[in-house]
């Protein structure tokens, strides 16, 4: 299907080196005959049919394919390439990449010519120009590659190239790659010229688009301009080699070709740009890599990726993956992937993660995933889910989740959906319960009570005073739990457990209350309900200090409740009755 955004860069950058990505033996899909028969139709749908029938996705780079411009094509069992050149006007280079075939924007073509093909010492020197084939003009920053040294040059304001190739086979394979032109390859034989065309090659390419990496602020300042067209020229183009070494990006055992190499061991003393790794990255102060990461990665400032991760990244300050991360993430500030997460984020300040993640994250001070979150977030201060949460969230402060289908442990909790549970001060939930009781009873002469939640689950924050004349005052605050159970269009039942500190004049005693209530309420009218009912106390009042006298203790609680008690006072300080409370509820 042709596509505007992803297409135009997916699977893709790559192929275009034509000796490099696609020799010419391995055209298997390019020539696979086909039958195409179309009259004025959108470009678009003759490229939808062509895919169905070849069970192949077409990809773009450069120049998008026109999708609305109407086509005629009549064609029994042509080449594909055959017909791609009739529908495209030969404006495009085709190339093969697992399944896809990639159309590349080339309606211009190169020239090689060569000035110097001489041995000198070990070194084979191969020097010359490119040029625009129709109009003789020099090409400034072409790029220049020698596939099997793995080395190669951008051309200057002259369009001229020099390379000094070492430890080489006996033939030299040039191939020259520029936007917008068609990608040429030359083989040469010592000092003689011997013929043109390709070979098989044992480099490798990767699909994707993976040059926002050199438009971050890491990139712009680290990876210098000459790397970046090498980069926009080369594409997906990478080579496997064993191990590669940096100083810093532009001092390295592949020069400039250090950002499409994929080594198994990669050492930088202080900071690198390769192209990727498979096995153990290490650095001084930095790694930056183009494309993909399989490895265990260790920085002592920070790790950049454009590509996918598989593995473990550990950083100092920071890691940043453009793809997507299945491993584990440490740092000591701060984690970031542009993509999903599957496994483990450690960091010191905070975590985030763009698309989807499944699994934990960790973080003194918060932790953010923009689409769902399948698994644990822990945090010291917030813990944010865009979308869907399945699995807990737990924050010093506050946790949101735009839909909960799990549980939630902070002081303060927001859900946008009715689902999953809140455990905290204060929760707020879409249709939820949110009420303010005030309320009287047998200790506490006025009470103020929020209630947040939901009908399944709510928190209670009360207050209480008792100020009476002749009498001790009471100050009391609680905490606790509760549930509204529908009995009828008017009437609820809600069952309430708390607790309550009860402040009597000194704070050297802890004066305890738990409290179980069971109230009716009923409607009046919208937003007004009366509520009544019994309530179980059980009252205890401990010393801080051992050596202290019960002669100056508070009998308040006792005067109070003499005529309810149903367990006396015992040699534990505790005492229980059977109370009651009365009050309104208001919204």
Not at 65 to 80: F, G, M, P, R, T
Not at 313 to 318: D, F, H, K
Request: charged fraction near 20%.
């Amino acid at each position: 299907m042709l596509q505007n955004s992803k297409f135009t860069f997916v699977s893709i950058l790559l192929l275009l080196i034509s000796g490099i990505f696609s020799p010419v033996y391995a055209q298997a899909m390019l020539d696979t005959p086909m039958s195409v028969h179309a009259d004025k139709k959108p470009l678009g749908d003759v490229l939808d049919i062509m895919e169905q029938k070849g069970n192949f996705r077409f990809a773009y780079y450069g120049k998008l394919v026109v999708k609305d411009s109407l086509v005629s094509i009549h064609a029994d069992q042509y080449a594909i390439k055959e017909i791609l050149d009739q529908l495209l006007n030969n404006r495009y280079e085709y190339k093969e990449s697992k399944g896809f075939i990639i159309l590349r924007y080339a309606p211009l073509d190169l020239a090689l010519v060569l000035e110097k093909n001489s041995v000198v010492g070990d070194q084979q020197i191969v020097s010359g120009y490119i040029m625009d084939a129709k109009t003789n003009k020099r090409i400034e920053n072409a790029s220049v590659l020698e596939r099997n040294a793995l080395q190669s040059t951008l051309t200057d304001k002259d369009g001229f190239f020099e390379l000094k190739l070492k430890n080489i086979p006996q033939s030299i394979e040039l191939t020259v790659v520029k936007e917008n032109y068609k990608t040429i390859t030359t083989i040469f034989l010592s000092e003689i010229k011997i013929q043109m065309g390709s070979r098989k090659s044992a480099t490798d390419y990767v699909d994707g688009d993976f040059s926002e990496i050199e438009r971050t602020g890491i990139g712009r300042f680290f990876i210098s301009s000459k790397q970046k067209i090498q980069s926009l020229n080369l594409g997906g183009f990478i080579s496997n080699v064993p191990v590669q070494a940096s100083l810093i990006p532009s001092l390295s055992t592949r020069g400039m070709m250090n950002s499409q190499i994929n080594s198994n061991f990669s050492l930088n003393l202080l900071g690198g740009y390769t192209g990727g790794v498979r096995g153990l990255e290490m650095a001084g102060l930095y790694n930056i890599n183009r494309m993909n990461v399989d490895a265990l990665q260790m920085a002592g400032l920070f790790n950049t990726v454009g590509g996918t991760v598989k593995g473990v990244q550990l950083a100092g300050i920071y890691n940043n993956v453009f793809g997507d991360l299945k491993g584990l993430q440490m740092s000591g500030i701060h984690n970031s992937v542009k993509g999903s997460q599957i496994g483990l984020q450690i960091s010191g300040i905070f975590n985030s993660v763009q698309n989807d993640s499944k699994g934990m994250q960790m973080a003194a001070i918060h932790n953010t995933v923009n689409c769902s979150q399948d698994g644990l977030q822990i945090s010291g201060i917030y813990n944010i889910g865009n979308e869907a949460v399945r699995g807990a969230q737990i924050a010093g402060i506050l946790n949101y989740a735009k839909e909960l289908n799990g549980v939630q442990f902070g002081l303060i909790n927001i859900t946008g959906s009715p689902s999953g549970y809140s455990f905290g001060l204060l929760n707020f939930k879409k249709n939820g319960y949110k009420k303010i009781s005030i309320t009287s009873n047998e200790i506490s002469d006025l009470n103020l009570s929020v209630k947040t939640g939901d009908n399944k689950l709510y928190t209670i924050l009360t207050v209480g005073r008792s100020d009476r004349q002749g009498e001790e005052k009471l100050t009391s605050f609680g905490v606790g739990l509760g549930t509204n159970i529908k009995l009828g269009n008017r009437f609820t039942y809600n069952p309430e457990i708390s607790t309550h500190y009860l402040y009597l004049g000194n704070w050297d005693r802890l004066n305890t209350l738990n409290k179980f209530d069971s109230s009716f309420s009923f409607r009046i009218f919208k937003g007004v309900a009366l509520s009544a009912g019994p309530a179980f106390n059980v009252y205890s009042s401990q010393s801080s200090d051992k050596n202290a006298s019960d002669n100056n203790m508070s009998t308040f609680v006792q005067d109070r409740t003499k005529r309810y008690t149903v367990i006396k006072e015992n040699s534990k300080g505790l005492s229980g009755w059977m109370g009651w409370s009365f009050g309104v509820t208001l919204f």
